[in-house]
């Protein structure tokens, strides 16, 4: 039997893509598309974050690039690391399932050039929930599973609750197979006036889904370089400053390759954004 | 050797008790007092939190009370159901380790009598944390390890961060050993205007340790009524509305007897307060 | 850049397909090959299991079947559900990092025809490791993340270790999202005498990878029946006996439409496989 | 109310100690019973496990130890850290609840003199359960939380399950906040063929309890040095051969400081035993 078209689904705007009669986006696809991980798109999601600017060694950035992306020249291994608390719901309230909804994730993202165009890459992102990992590999992020935390602000503050306010600290970790991969550290000194603070270079990822099947192994059945394409980002309380970071060593990781040599700027701030799309720029299969 | 007295320490503004030449308030005792679970106190304390008033079965209430304690015939099984996001601190910018000293929690508080006066005892409580475990023991909380999530508020609100706005729902849920042993909502209806609605019964709960020794394990080495006394207790950004709570029944466990047979107003807002002391209300060692 | 071929890093005995000079099977793609969640096929398990054999209602089985599968009906809605402690290894001693690569497994694989052939299919799987989903998701096994346990047999046995014997009992539990999904108890026997009890209809899978970009969701990259194929098959130590199993109805989970309406025999036993292929039986894209 | 005795309920052969109505041992305790993190002893135990003897610096030992206990001039620092999968019970069948009851731990024994008798002390103790938590709280052991791992030895031997033959490598690992706190692994000789391999010496830890009473921190309610005394051990399928061991450095913790100078002997095997009982030797308050 055919794959059912998803449009008369869609009219019927319940949000299910409907495939062989079972429903689902994600696996599993199931009769009623309740043990599925995740809806359909759109996807909505909001959160605290933190971000620390970099610059790592250019030739370490150079080798996590995938074909098809160059380093930038200009960039001198410059790079970001971002610590997120993220909340995340479809079109059924999945913000009131928070403990198969809510996340924690951690990663970084390298400057590069996509035919001479300024891009971000992501190598290298972790998060502690299986739905968020599975909407990140449709979106050519490369998840693992690890346990990231960052300094929460609260409402009542206290000393146990930083203030928004000049000399305010906020640190954010990542742990992944008992090992501590990533430390920061946010100084906040003042509001962020200039949204260009916020001109994130667009992120070109690379979606990849192997082939098991033998003497196929090297012919992986998606790889291909794809930007993606957020729309409705609203970034709000964001707080700049100094930000420090490391990436210790450890035993069979290689983040620490691209330790920072110099650190920028810290952000701490709280943002909200919807993902419905992706694009592809280029299918790098032989 | 004698235990040494912690007076010259505290003078010394170091924030450790010292016994034996090992530093520590909580396990480990330590030559250096990193690795120990807690610093002594004072301990700071900040939170978002949801809270579900709700009334049980008056004879299942009096039943988890502990000797010393009696039911309040006027509190018909009055209750009290919350869902904690806490960050911790010390005197050694604990917050700044959210990995070690951040944790959810979930508790149930029922209203009871103390020597006729009015009190809450806290016969259920979930942390994920160890050094949260270590801290409620010491202050009669009964912890065990269990998840615990809730709806969270973000600055950037969207379709995955509700506002703070009449019709809007934060969900808490609670779970032990692979089952679901709570589950609340609360529906913003106003911001809180009349502050005796945090009007919290004093806490009043069962310090215990218990004895191994054979022969002894039914004289335990602790076994007191305690009066919880926290203090610059700071409540912000608090809404109330309703509130819904299921306790599930759940293999080997018994919260469900506590099941709501009726719920009353929900409250979300975030809270400071600062722990140091307890007071032992009674010795309930024969 | 085209896709590099792997058959010279084969030829090398260095075990990594080399992808766009990045090395890796799974994501991470990187340049040293150390941060990839798993490397290339062949991929070894051994492992500890619990099988229960059960009957659900026939037409939740026909429910969960993708196109290209049939009901058995001979079957009568006949199935298995696994509880597996797994140790996982590839080229390179992996057994000597069991933080990153052993893991637990719950899954349930129902009876249906491929063409007329009597084969297996797998609707619900869960296991606790990221290298596990994705060796999973590779093969067509729609994995999420749980917890999972089953008794353990020690060779020191005592009260708390059940020797095998005729009466010991074994059990096993599955949770996902704070919620037990499963329970199972295999009460021993026999040894098994009799190797048809291991006559598994070979595993067909659905393997899918959506497609994100707008208007193409209903079009996924990947979607197709799948068989299993592991090789060098090893059981030992099994003993047979009866099975039970509960799935219990959990809130946004439908396993329970699958539960038993009678249970047949169960299994405690050892075995051991060799992964390194999959076949394609069906493409089921449009 | 009097704390009423147990001895009444020991006769009905129910396994609860009785107090105030409440019945558990450790917390919570409940009317029923069933919620208490652990029923009485005695407390059943299986396992398998990994011991690797090192000598550490002999004054990083002696500074471990507690008003007391003496280093042991003719140990030079010596030690053993174990790795265990272990298995609990009470009596009523824990063993099928191994969500709840089952678990994995790491320690580190020191040697030291207790009045001039040879016995280990442990400074540092890592388990993944609350159950084991508490139980080692009472037999002062210093538990904290971490993850823990040791490579498995299965029926079903093959590429990713290590026989029980010369050359075998058997690693162990334990992660505490994110961090690696130790690695070790075991390389298989000969089985045992000398039981004074196993000739523990006795286990006198410190059993604390502290008092969070304002003014009285530094007067805790339990503080005394208590020998372990555990009968009716087993041991089984025991082999001899290498250890190494590191315990690499980490943010905040110190265990580092006992990071041996050189390894010894490593052993894999199994053992039960039972604990119902712990001697107090002295206790140490003021």
Redesign the interface.
């Known amino acids: 039997?055919?794959?059912?078209?998803?449009?008369h689904a869609n009219k019927l705007g319940c949000g299910w893509?409907?495939?062989?009669?079972?429903k689902g986006?994600?696996?599993?696809?199931?009769?009623?598309g309740?043990?599925t991980?995740n809806p359909?798109?759109p996807w909505?999601?909001?959160?605290?974050f933190l971000n620390i600017e970099f610059w790592a060694d250019p030739s370490?950035v150079k080798?996590?690039l995938?074909?098809?992306l160059d380093p930038d020249p200009k960039a001198d291994g410059h790079a970001s690391a971002y610590f997120y608390?993220w909340?995340?719901?479809g079109s059924n309230?999945?913000?009131?399932?928070?403990?198969?909804y809510?996340y924690r994730e951690f990663f970084i993202l390298v400057d590069a050039l996509f035919e001479g165009r300024p891009v971000s890459f992501c190598?290298?992102?972790f998060v502690d929930?299986?739905a968020a990992?599975a909407r990140g590999?449709?979106?050519g992020y490369?998840?693992?599973?690890g346990?990231v935390?960052?300094?929460?602000y609260?409402?009542?503050?206290?000393?146990?609750?930083?203030a928004l306010a000049a000399g305010s600290?906020f640190?954010?970790?990542?742990?992944a197979?008992?090992?501590?991969l990533a430390?920061g550290?946010v100084t906040l000194r003042e509001p962020v006036r200039d949204p260009s603070a916020f001109d994130q270079r667009p992120v070109v990822n690379?979606l990849?889904?192997?082939t098991?099947?033998?003497g196929k192994?090297?012919?992986?059945?998606?790889?291909a370089l794809v930007e993606n394409v957020p729309h409705?980002v609203?970034?709000?309380?964001a707080w700049i400053g100094d930000g420090t970071l490391t990436l210790p060593v450890?035993?069979?990781?290689?983040?620490s390759?691209l330790a920072p040599r110099r650190c920028g700027h810290g952000i701490r701030?709280?943002?909200?954004?919807?993902?419905?799309?992706?694009?592809?720029l280029k299918d790098?299969?032989?």
Chains 1, 2, 3, 4 share one sequence.
């Open positions: 039997m055919q794959v059912r078209a998803s449009r893509i409907f495939l062989d009669m079972l986006f994600h696996y599993p696809l199931t009769p009623k309740k043990s991980l359909s798109p909505y999601y909001s959160a605290d370490a080798a996590a995938p074909t098809g608390d909340q995340f719901s309230e999945e913000y009131l399932d928070p403990e198969r809510q190598p290298y992102i929930n299986d990992l590999w449709s979106q490369p998840k693992r599973l346990s935390f960052q300094t929460r609260y409402a009542a503050t206290g000393k146990a609750g930083p600290k640190a954010g970790t990542a742990s197979v008992g090992q501590r430390e550290v690379l990849h889904f192997p098991l099947a033998a192994q090297d012919k992986p059945a998606v790889h409705d609203k970034v709000e309380q450890s035993k069979n990781e290689e983040l390759d701030a709280s943002m909200a954004y919807i993902v419905d799309d992706l694009k592809t790098l299969r032989g």
